[in-house]
């Protein structure tokens, strides 16, 4: 797996010339009959076979094959042989065997499951039969279950390790567009980004949620979720920042999500000092913090910082699912926004189910981020819900 421009065709090119060259020319490799699979089969010739990182590109000038264009097939000296192949005719992979396939972006592919079930039939011959699949991820089925297979060995490679073949514009401009997202991670860095089954917060809903700008808030606070430990294995302490605009009515309220600057490993020191350095930095006017494991610890940490901040401790009565719930409604309305730079605590965010956190350790990212919500959002707007008591 790796990310846009990372060398995924190159490696699978190399792959394959590994297995079917031999020692000199006209030895026999390991492998003698490859499928080459990806969408189209204009795919498969113009970027695995005659691409700038293609297999004819790639080999040397005494082991280039020939490229039968009526056969759409590879034929090399010593008699090795490979068969293009499009991923949208599953069927066109009954009756062909093989002991080798090159599949490329599988995780694209419209058909994919059908495809790649008929492939596995075909890889019949020879001792070992292999497949290399090239791809940028994608949260898709047939992705998923094939890492999950105890046959399977995966390699990956962000898009920056292939920077000396690139153009540095390029780079520049995927960087300024997309580091620190969601799709930046997916597409640049090469991460597969699951969401777990019935999450609160899907992809989509985050990636829909992104803007490049911030407007003018009226208020700003940074929620704190203190971590109870220190050191290497410690859970992280959550550190969320949210600005607001809050002119008019609940329902035009806006929120902002505007920095993530959670600390792993720290005494309680050091986040709460990372905590005020984040309200210095963006101006908030208030820290909210969870004290339900910490007590009056929490803020006594916090003033041995800063004696006059303002502080407000909350407590959790509620589990963390019945907490999120209506923050993640704000964001099927449209009604919070988020900056770059955020992709480790969206993550979290696609982990929240209701059967709780799917993820490794504890969200704390997301509790930071529920109760800066609930500070800015939910909290005030109940006010306006309160029935008004008349005094006659």
Same mark, same amino acid.
């Given at each position: 797996?790796?990310?846009?421009g990372a060398?995924?065709?190159?490696?699978g090119?190399?792959?394959?010339?590994?297995?079917?060259?031999?020692?000199?020319?006209?030895?026999?490799?390991?492998k003698?009959?490859?499928?080459?699979?990806?969408?189209?089969?204009?795919?498969?010739?113009?970027?695995?076979?005659?691409?700038?990182?293609?297999i004819?590109a790639?080999?040397p000038?005494?082991?280039?094959?020939?490229?039968?264009?009526?056969?759409?097939?590879?034929?090399?000296?010593?008699?090795?042989?490979?068969?293009?192949?499009?991923?949208?005719?599953?069927e066109g992979?009954?009756g062909?065997?093989?002991?080798?396939?090159?599949?490329?972006? /599988? #995780?694209?592919?419209?058909? !994919?499951?059908? $495809?790649w =079930? @008929?492939? +596995?039939? *075909?890889?019949?011959?020879?001792e070992?039969?292999q497949?290399?699949?090239?791809?940028?991820?994608?949260?898709?089925?047939v992705?998923?279950?094939?890492?999950?297979?105890?046959?399977?060995?995966?390699?990956?490679?962000p898009?920056?390790?292939?920077?000396?073949?690139l153009?540095?514009?390029?780079?520049?401009?995927?960087?300024?567009?997309?580091?620190?997202?969601?799709?930046?991670?997916?597409?640049?860095?090469?991460?597969l /980004? #699951?969401?777990?089954?019935? !999450?609160?917060? $899907?992809t =989509? @809903?985050? +990636?829909? *949620?992104?803007?490049?700008?911030i407007?003018?808030?009226?208020?700003?606070?940074v929620?704190?979720?203190?971590?109870?430990s220190?050191g290497?294995?410690?859970d992280?302490c959550?550190i969320?920042?949210?600005g607001?605009?809050?002119?008019?009515?609940?329902?035009?309220?806006?929120?902002?999500?505007?920095?993530?600057?959670?600390?792993?490993?720290?005494?309680?020191?050091g986040?709460?000092?990372?905590?005020?350095?984040?309200?210095d930095?963006?101006?908030?006017?208030?820290?909210v913090?969870?004290?339900?494991?910490g007590?009056?610890?929490?803020?006594?940490v916090?003033?041995?910082i800063?004696a006059?901040?303002?502080?407000?401790?909350?407590?959790?009565?509620?589990?963390?699912?019945?907490?999120?719930?209506p923050?993640?409604?704000?964001?099927?309305?449209?009604?919070?926004?988020?900056?770059?730079?955020?992709?480790e605590?969206?993550?979290?965010?696609?982990?929240?189910?209701?059967?709780g956190?799917?993820?490794?350790?504890?969200?704390?990212?997301?509790?930071a981020?529920?109760?800066?919500l609930?500070?800015l959002?939910?909290?005030p707007?109940?006010?306006?819900r309160r029935?008004?008591?008349?005094?006659?």
């Amino acid at each position: 797996m790796g990310g846009r421009g990372a060398g995924k065709t190159r490696a699978g090119a190399e792959w394959v010339r590994s297995q079917v060259e031999g020692a000199r020319p006209l030895d026999p490799g390991k492998k003698k009959r490859v499928a080459l699979v990806a969408e189209t089969f204009d795919q498969v010739r113009d970027v695995m076979i005659k691409g700038e990182s293609g297999i004819l590109a790639c080999s040397p000038p005494d082991r280039v094959p020939t490229w039968k264009a009526t056969e759409r097939k590879l034929v090399w000296d010593n008699g090795a042989e490979a068969q293009a192949f499009s991923a949208n005719d599953p069927e066109g992979l009954r009756g062909p065997q093989f002991d080798a396939a090159w599949v490329d972006e /599988l #995780a694209k592919w419209k058909r !994919a499951q059908d $495809t790649w =079930d @008929m492939l +596995q039939f *075909a890889l019949r011959l020879g001792e070992q039969p292999q497949v290399c699949v090239t791809t940028t991820p994608r949260n898709v089925g047939v992705l998923k279950d094939l890492l999950g297979s105890p046959s399977t060995v995966v390699t990956h490679a962000p898009t920056e390790a292939n920077r000396a073949n690139l153009a540095e514009s390029f780079l520049e401009e995927v960087r300024s567009r997309y580091a620190g997202t969601r799709l930046g991670r997916q597409e640049l860095d090469g991460v597969l /980004l #699951a969401d777990a089954e019935g !999450a609160l917060w $899907t992809t =989509d @809903m985050v +990636q829909a *949620a992104r803007v490049s700008s911030i407007p003018k808030l009226d208020r700003v606070v940074v929620a704190l979720d203190p971590a109870v430990s220190a050191g290497a294995g410690a859970d992280d302490c959550g550190i969320v920042v949210v600005g607001a605009q809050t002119q008019g009515p609940p329902q035009d309220w806006r929120a902002y999500v505007l920095a993530d600057c959670t600390v792993q490993g720290v005494g309680p020191t050091g986040w709460a000092r990372a905590a005020i350095a984040a309200m210095d930095q963006y101006g908030a006017e208030r820290l909210v913090a969870e004290v339900n494991q910490g007590g009056q610890l929490v803020e006594e940490v916090v003033r041995q910082i800063d004696a006059l901040v303002p502080y407000k401790a909350v407590h959790a009565s509620r589990g963390k699912v019945a907490r999120a719930e209506p923050v993640a409604a704000l964001y099927e309305q449209g009604r919070v926004r988020h900056a770059k730079g955020l992709a480790e605590l969206e993550e979290q965010m696609c982990l929240i189910t209701p059967r709780g956190y799917e993820g490794r350790g504890s969200p704390d990212r997301v509790d930071a981020l529920v109760w800066a919500l609930h500070e800015l959002m939910i909290a005030p707007a109940a006010q306006f819900r309160r029935p008004r008591i008349r005094t006659l």
